[in-house]
């Protein structure tokens, strides 16, 4: 965590300092979205209901699990999914780029790259995301299409919005960028149509979990240990995520002897960055395993989670996706 997040989740001189930056941004973000909403801003639509699963702080609260979720989710029930992703920290210059388990993450991003190799469903980034939707639609057949985060990005219209919430860290000390954690205000989720919290929910929020499955090898995929093989076992942890210290909770809840290793979020890791000196096994999570899957060993490992939100949440989507039927009359 770099030294500003450090501030952001207590209120501090830092903090303080900040704080007419923080209500200039928040001014910003409000009347930008004004604009959208009145039509002064033309958002772009496509053909399908589009569905965003975003937040509304910066960091991980679990998105891209409950991405993967919904989309195994829908085609169960028949419907041919999509996910559209900014794709960020990706360096690729030509735009929408269709992403499959081989794409580079340097090029395309990890998430993006993560979803594709759980084979769900097409997965297309773009930074317009509405450009990304439309090729699926175009190209892929898709009649839903999933955002993986985006609920700021006004510029592609939606029909459902998820937000998800961390329910240990909340809204941090309630300040927006750079004093604080939060892209809008709180008061943003009254039009959000499902709060999601990862963790124990409250009034009028739906809880979700990330369940532990199994340790799977970066080597060989195939080759898998239950969660209970490392346990009473020291090794190395590494996370380059938004919220580390939930992963390596999770770890120790399984008895494993942890060594942090933290990097910032969306971190591209090197050969050297994996190499933790000595034999033991080193874990890290999904979304960081696919960018060092190309240079690990035997000794490298990560944890496989999937989401398992509150039932009503799948109600919620497919009741909507029905009524949706009904009123175009697909």
């Known amino acids: 965590m770099g030294w500003l997040q450090a501030h952001w989740y207590r209120k501090t001189i830092v903090s303080f300092v900040l704080l007419p930056v923080s209500w200039l941004y928040l001014a910003v973000?409000?009347?930008?979205?004004?604009?959208?909403?009145?039509?002064?801003?033309?958002?772009?639509?496509?053909?399908?209901?589009?569905?965003?699963?975003?937040?509304?702080?910066?960091?991980?609260?679990?998105?891209?699990?409950?991405?993967?979720?919904?989309?195994?989710?829908?085609?169960?029930?028949?419907?041919?999914?999509?996910?559209v992703?900014?794709?960020?920290?990706?360096?690729?210059?030509?735009?929408?780029?269709?992403?499959?388990?081989?794409?580079?993450?340097?090029?395309?991003?990890?998430?993006?790259?993560?979803?594709?190799?759980?084979g769900a469903c097409p997965v297309i980034v773009a930074p317009k995301r509405a450009l990304a939707a439309q090729k699926l639609v175009a190209e892929h057949h898709c009649d839903v299409v999933i955002s993986d985060d985006g609920l700021q990005h006004y510029a592609m219209a939606r029909d459902f919005e998820v937000a998800v919430i961390d329910g240990e860290r909340r809204f941090g000390n309630g300040y927006c960028l750079p004093a604080g954690p939060l892209r809008e205000s709180p008061a943003r989720l009254r039009a959000v149509h499902a709060q999601v919290t990862h963790g124990?929910?409250?009034?009028?929020?739906?809880?979700?979990?990330?369940?532990a499955v199994c340790f799977r090898s970066l080597i060989v995929p195939?080759?898998?240990?239950?969660?209970?093989?490392?346990?009473?076992?020291?090794v190395h942890a590494l996370a380059g995520?938004?919220?580390?210290?939930?992963?390596?909770?999770?770890?120790?809840?399984?008895?494993?002897?942890?060594?942090?290793h933290?990097?910032?979020?969306?971190?591209?890791?090197?050969?050297?960055?994996?190499?933790?000196?000595?034999?033991?096994?080193?874990?890290?999570?999904?979304?960081d395993a696919v960018k060092c899957q190309s240079f690990a060993d035997q000794r490298h490992w990560y944890l496989v989670v999937e989401a398992?939100?509150?039932?009503?949440?799948?109600?919620?989507?497919?009741?909507?996706l029905r009524n949706q039927k009904l009123v175009t009359g697909a």
């Not at 992403?99 to 594709?116: I, K, Y």
């Not at 929910?201 to 809880?207: A, I, N, Q, V």
């Not at 195939?222 to 020291?234: E, Y």
Request: some cysteine; glycine content about 10%; overall charge positive.
């Open 29 to 83: 973000a409000t009347l930008r979205r004004t604009l959208y909403r009145v039509g002064v801003i033309r958002a772009t639509r496509v053909p399908v209901p589009v569905i965003v699963i975003g937040n509304i702080t910066v960091g991980g609260t679990g998105k891209t699990p409950l991405v993967l979720w919904l989309a195994q989710c829908l085609q169960a029930q028949g419907y041919k999914p999509g996910v």
């Open 85 to 118: 992703s900014r794709g960020y920290g990706g360096r690729a210059t030509n735009y929408p780029i269709y992403v499959t388990e081989r794409s580079d993450p340097r090029q395309v991003g990890d998430e993006p790259v993560l979803l594709a190799r759980h």
């Open 200 to 211: 124990v929910p409250r009034t009028g929020e739906l809880g979700m979990r990330l369940q």
């Open 222 to 234: 195939d080759s898998k240990r239950d969660l209970a093989s490392f346990a009473g076992q020291r």
């Open 241 to 260: 995520i938004g919220n580390p210290g939930r992963f390596f909770q999770q770890l120790r809840e399984l008895k494993i002897d942890v060594v942090e």
């Open 262 to 287: 933290v990097f910032a979020d969306h971190y591209f890791y090197r050969r050297q960055d994996i190499e933790c000196g000595d034999d033991a096994p080193v874990i890290m999570t999904e979304k």
């Open 308 to 320: 398992e939100p509150d039932p009503a949440l799948a109600d919620k989507v497919l009741g909507f």
